[in-house]
């Protein structure tokens, strides 16, 4: 079977760094994407990993290990903005596209 | 920047009736997809589509059918609503790169309620 597996809720502090971690066992992969998504909003586009190692894009950076079925998104200098669900996915194949249940993310002053 | 619209934000309806719900996007994308999002459950696919009159069944087509005349708009259709299926429902497009691997961008979303 397909399984993404995230924490479901996680706890900042203003101004300091939190990393969030997804974990998955899927039959292929070809990428994964992160997306945060606020309280009653859309999901918006955060990264793209195909490839082993960083992506860092200001405060976020994202980090894939292929052979470990691993990914964490990691944000800097956390705002009281930031807080919302980072859910993470994974591209099976060519057409399939299969999601995590998403990280609470809450941060406190 | 990239615009999925979609037709309601809150919809109340009865057990029964025939739901539409209409998404529209405005940047010639060839994908289009309808998901559901329920707390504690990752975003499941009830179908997508990769041109025009083209469908594909998603995770949970069941209870549903989609609805593709133009390239920008994306119908989704509950023939018999049931209480079930009371959930937020996402519409997204992307660019068709021979794959899922173009960013998918969301609508923001329709807060079904049936009755």
């Known amino acids: 079977g397909q399984n993404i597996d995230q924490p479901t809720e996680m706890t900042a502090t203003e101004g300091a760094i939190v990393q969030i971690n997804c974990t998955y066992q899927?039959?292929?992969?070809?990428?994964l994407f992160w997306y945060q998504q606020h309280a009653g909003e859309a999901p918006t586009f955060l990264s793209y990993?195909?490839l082993d190692g960083l992506e860092e894009k200001g405060r976020f950076s994202s980090f894939l290990s292929r052979s470990k079925g691993y990914s964490y998104l990691l944000l800097k200098e956390l705002q009281m903005k930031d807080s919302a669900s980072y859910l993470c996915a994974v591209i099976v194949g060519n057409y399939q596209l299969i999601w995590g249940a998403g990280t609470k993310l809450i941060i406190k002053p | 920047d990239v615009k999925v619209t979609q037709s309601s934000r809150y919809l109340v309806k009865r057990t029964g009736e025939k739901v539409f719900l209409e998404c529209v996007q405005d940047m010639d994308h060839e994908n289009m997809f309808w998901y559901r999002q329920d707390p504690g459950l990752g975003l499941r696919l009830i179908y997508f589509s990769y041109d025009v009159k083209m469908k594909e069944k998603g995770d949970i087509p069941e209870g549903y059918s989609v609805s593709r005349e133009k390239k920008e708009r994306f119908s989704l259709i509950l023939e018999s609503a049931s209480t079930n299926q009371t959930s937020m429902y996402l519409c997204a497009s992307s660019f068709n790169s021979d794959g899922f691997n173009s960013p998918l961008h969301f609508g923001n979303g329709t807060r079904l309620t049936v009755t």
């Open positions: 990993n195909v």
């Open positions: 899927t039959s292929g992969f070809n990428g």
